[in-house]
C-alpha cells in the first residue's frame, strides 16, 4: 500500500483545497505486534451444556447431530471451543431442567457412607463430553451449583441454604467421585467449582456462600482431590454473579489462607462486567454469560443490540484486554427454543437448529487462539485489536472493525518474517470465511477488513 498511500500524500494538496471528504478514507491502517510485550496465558473458549441442555444434542437426530458436534468443536469447520463447563447435579430427580444427583438419599449423617448412583448419562453431558474429547477438546470443568439438600442448612438443594460444617468432608468426597465416573470413562475433568453464583438464591440449584466459607471448603477439597489422586484437577471459585461480587468473595478467600489451594478465579458478568483482572497470581475466567432477553437473532451488526454477534466480539475482547481474563465461557451452547432468547449460541430443537453469529465471534477466538498462547502487545489502528502468539509459534491479530468504514490493515510482528499467513472474517454475510492476505518481504502482511466486521489474521511461525 505504499504506492497508494503516497499517491494520496502527492494530491493531498489540491484535494483538500477542493473538499476534505473527498480525501479517501481507506487508506492503509498498520498494525504493530510487539512479542516483547506480554500479558496473560490463554487457556481458552467454551460454553456450557447444563441444565439438560446437552440432552437437545444428544437426541438429535444423524447427520444433523454431527453436522452440530462439528460447529461446536471442530478445529477445521467449527468454533473449535476447548473447554466445556458441564453441570454437577444435586437435585433428586432430572424433573423439567433439575439436574439430577449422585446421591439422591441421605446416608443419615455426615459420616455414614454414601449410596453413589451413577445413570451414566448425566443429563446428555457425560455423552457430550466423550464426543468432545474426540474432537480434543483438552479443559473440562466441573460445576456443582449447590450441594444436595441434606447437606445445608435449609434441607434443599434449592432456594440458597449453606452448606453444613460438619458435611465439607462428605460434600468433598461427592464431587470427587463424580469426577471419578468421568475420568473412568475417559473424559479427564481438569476444573472442579463447588459453588454458582453464591450471591444469590434462586428456585433453581443455588448455595449462598462467602469467602471465608469458601475457604474453609477449599482447605478441605484440595487435600481431599490430592489424596484421591487427582492433583491435575484444579479448583475454580466462585461464579459470582459479576465481577464486584466476584472481587469481594476473593477477597475473604485470600485474608482466610486459601488462595495457595485455588487454581482459577471466576466470574459471570450478569451484574457486573468484566472490568479489572481478579488475581495476579491465578488466571481469571468469565465461565458465564449472556443476554438472557433480547428476542433471538441471528444477526452480526444488527441494531447494535445485547444479541448481536459482533457485540459478543466486543464482550470478549473486553474481558480479555480489561480484566486478564484467560478464558471466556457462554452460557448455554444450545437451548430449545422457548424461551425465544439470545440465552443460547444455537437454537435447536428436536428436528433441527440454527447458528447465531455469536458463536462465530467465539469462533474468531477460538479458531485462532489456541491453549497456551500468549497474549502480545499491539499498536496502531483505530481498531479492537489483540495479538497472541501461540504455542506452535503462529501469531493470530484478532481486529475487530466496529465503525462503518472498511480498511486496509497492514500488520507487522516485530522480529517474525511469517512463512505463510490466513485471515479469517466474520460479518452480516460471513461465518468465519477464509479472505486472502499479501505477504510483503518486509514480513508484514497486509488484508482488508470490512466495516463492522472481525477479521483474524494469523501468521505463521517463521520458516526455519
Ligand atoms: C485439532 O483437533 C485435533 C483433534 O480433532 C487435534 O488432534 C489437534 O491437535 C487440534 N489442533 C489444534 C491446533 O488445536
Ligand atoms: C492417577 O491418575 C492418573 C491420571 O491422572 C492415572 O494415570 C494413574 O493411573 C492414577 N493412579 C492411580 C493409582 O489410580
Ligand atoms: C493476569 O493474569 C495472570 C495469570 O493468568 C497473572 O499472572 C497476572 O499477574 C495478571 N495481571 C494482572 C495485571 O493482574
Redesign the pocket.
Known sequence: MHISSTLVAATLPLMALASPSLIPRQASTKITVDPSKKYQTMDGFGFSAAFQRANLIVNLPEPKRTALLDILF???TGA?F?ILRNGLGSTPNSNSDYMNTIEPTNPGSATATPKYVWDGKDSGQFWLSQQAV???VNTFYSNAWSAPGFMKTNNNDMNGGSLRDEWKQAYANYLIQYIQYYIDGGVPITHLGFLNEPDLSTSYASMLSNGQQAAAFIKVLRPSLDAANMSQVGIVCCESTGWGQAGNIYGGIKSSGADGQLAVVSSHEYTGRAGNSLSNTHPSWQTEYADLNGGWTTSWAGNGGAGDGMTWASNIYNAITRANVSAYLAWEGVQAPNPNTNEKLIKCDASNYEVSKRLWAFAQYSRTV??GAVRLGTSGGNFQTTAFQNV?GSVAVNIINTGGSAATVSVGVTGLVPASAVSWLTDNSHDFTSTTLTVATDGSVSGSVPARAMVSFVLAAAAA
Open positions: 471442530s478445529n477445521t473449535g476447548t474426540k474432537y480434543g489456541r491453549p506452535d
